[in-house]
């Protein structure tokens, strides 16, 4: 019971701290953390990541209302997830780099 009530609040605080960098970047162009911390969230949270990645969308929306880019959010951010966990063992920062600029081109 203890381990499922911590796995929401990690994952509560993910889609904070998400959330919070997002706002906090959003009047400055080309810079985007949301990829960089759902691949450090992923790392350390496996699996249940996708279900920020979700909520993040699910906050987003609520903010920006349903429009199209809503439908890239709900397959692109899991995908980052999976992608991440395929490589969870890669110790090269490089990797990392070169993923994270992939996606925020995305």
Known sequence: MQSKIKDIV???????????????????????LVTFWIIMFTLFLGWKAIYGTIAFTLIEMSFFGIHNWVIMYFYIWPLLVVLTMMFRKKKEPLFWAVLSGFFGLL
């Open 10 to 32: 990690y994952v509560g605080m993910m889609v904070a701290i998400v959330e919070v960098c997002k706002r906090a970047m959003d009047f400055l162009p080309n810079i985007e």
